[in-house]
């Protein structure tokens, strides 16, 4: 609101806009939006050749305040990654990120209140897929005015979305980087995601469970599948925290953490903007993107596919097996396997890691 | 009821007890049982010596069937590994296994009902511990008349409940075998089973969500942390399943399977009992079984201790360490790590694996 730019912020030269969707927005399974419109933040200034763009995916709980802004100096959760002289250096590049169509941070979603009803439109909302993801990411760029994407980066949904974007819009992008995520979710993959939204899915069809405690509760099992063990086990080990003994009849440290993270998350997001979301993720299937065609042929001039070996909900073989496709049909990718106690949040976190790789990716001559 | 004994069941003379536990039975933790009882199974025939006898300690979900027996000839959970020339071989050993005590096919539990009240024990009843369940255990060994046994086994709760029941009664089993077991819960063991807890605590206490629904939710998270992420994409996939759609919003193949595994669950256990059998292994800690002392120092005359290498919740490194601390006090030690896709579940099903290592640790001169 009236928060002062910080150095860094105006350093990268962040800002917020809000782009309108077409009127209406065809989804990708069926159905339309007659008015909709993204949040979406840049940082860096666009060329006047307009060739210096790139675009990031997010994942499934992450707006699109990927780094600070002008309006709001707070760290984004890609602080590390986006800034002068960073990985995805604002110096030189003109960075965009939207807020996931179906989300609830400013982008049009199921949780937006019907002005017929007074109420969220929930399963009123046409059904979302990653492909309506994508595409709202690259009508983002074009509100821009841009032709063709320097690149595309994404991790976790936004691993899918990357690759989901590059199949709809073939030679949009021109390098495309892929982290964390998948060609399709694995079974264990949608046994945990299935059952997070049976949980909520429960509570807003009105069953008989409180839809914030169903919230917390799905979140919790969210949470147990992107942590690394070895990293609980580091931090928490079998310590008592100081809270009172819970419903569980215990009162782990681990239990307060999860306590801390579940509440939070719940606090901050939609129901139905979780839902809508962790169902697109399970839906995706690269070979499906093009209808009636067989795996999409891409046309992008270079390839960085990254995976972590503790990640449980996107196991290596499903990177590896990205980076297969791409190699397959020609195109230069590198095939990264890191390791780290944060598994799947690993993109999140690991600065030291990931930076150097989306750093040399996006360089003018990447040396790799 | 009227069931014929089979050829099988006459051949293993598997039999059912009811053997009461001393009046009153006082717990580890404090509190006390007036009049407790054990349902009790026995395979073979107890040796004129009383030499020959091994006792089973169990999971957490499994009652003293292990086998077939003439009073109840379905099969048993460990039906691979019990019988006339198996492993645990009732040609030559007596085998004794106790539904936990705290469970609830038999043996007295919080979801027993109080007399008083006509509702079930639930928070009223003595807080579990492992301690309890080994001892237990070892009243029923007691019963027929065993003064020491030639063997203990247990995977699991009852790996854990073996150790504690070495502990606890030094020099009261010869050879002791903990399979999949721990010394001390990891904080992401803790963390999904607590979660579990908090989920059905919550509707046990009152809370607003229904019992059933909480406890099928509980034991599909369960279910997550058992089984192994390979062993669910070689079933499963993203095949879609033949129900029609759910809370989820989907309806893949996975869903199903896990649909019915807690529906069959959540319809023959009790939520009581699983809470406290939850909460029991959580508080474990091996090296405070004795009060006052430093890690329990055992008496037993040789150890097997197998770990699977997939299973993400008893982690291999938990066996090598139980390992470790046996070699440590001098105790001949047999540690062997399998890889199985079952994951923590490996133990009831993977007969080839498990009864070689079984039979020859129990054999008159095992050879390794």
């Known amino acids: 609101m009236n928060a002062q730019p910080s150095a860094l912020s105006s350093a990268n030269r962040g800002r917020h806009h809000r ?36 675009l990031v995916f997010t994942g499934l709980s992450t707006s699109a305040h990927a780094a600070s802004t002008a309006s709001d100096p707070s760290k984004g959760w890609w602080e590390y990654l986006i800034g002068p002289g960073l990985a995805l250096d604002t110096d030189r590049l003109f960075i965009i ?24 439109y929930g399963y009123g909302w046409p059904e979302l897929r990653v492909e309506d993801i994508a595409r709202a990411g690259q009508l983002a760029a074009e509100h821009f005015g841009i032709d063709v994407l320097y690149g595309a980066i994404g991790a976790s949904l936004g691993g899918m979305t990357v690759l989901a974007h590059a199949a709809l819009f073939p030679g949009k992008a021109r390098r495309v980087a892929s982290l964390s995520g998948t060609l399709v979710p694995s079974a264990f993959a949608i046994a945990t995601r299935a059952l997070q939204r049976e949980i909520v899915g429960t509570a807003l069809a009105g069953g008989p469970v409180d839809l914030k405690l169903a919230f917390r509760f799905a979140r919790k099992v969210g949470m147990l599948s992107y942590i690394g063990a070895a990293l609980l086990e580091n931090r928490f080990a079998h310590a008592p925290g100081q809270q009172p003994t819970g419903a569980s009849g215990t009162h782990f440290e681990v239990e307060s953490w999860l306590e801390h993270q579940a509440e939070k998350f719940a606090s901050r997001f939609n129901a139905w903007s979780y839902w809508y979301l962790s169902r697109a993720m399970d839906l995706f299937d690269f070979s499906k993107v093009l209808p009636g065609a067989s795996a999409p042929v891409l046309s992008i001039e270079r390839a960085l596919v ?22 397959a049909q020609g195109i230069p990718t590198r095939y990264v396997d890191l390791s780290s106690p ?25 040396r790799t």
Chains 1, 2 share one sequence.
């Open 342 to 366: 944060y598994g799947h949040d690993a993109f999140l976190v690991e600065d030291a890691l990931f930076s150097p790789l989306v750093a040399d990716f996006f360089a003018a001559s990447p």
């Open 306 to 327: 990254v995976g972590v070996h503790e990640d449980q909900l996107f196991p290596l073989a499903q990177q590896a097996a990205i980076a297969d496709l791409l190699k």
């Open 19 to 54: 782009v309108p969707l077409p009127r209406p927005f065809a989804f990708h399974a069926g159905g339309e939006l007659a008015a909709g419109e993204l949040a979406v933040e840049t940082w860096g200034e666009l060329s006047p050749a307009r060739d210096n763009a790139v």
């Open 97 to 120: 990120t939207a807020n996931s169509l179906g989300s609830c941070f400013g982008s049009s979603g199921p949780g937006d209140i019907d002005p017929r009803t007074g109420e969220p």
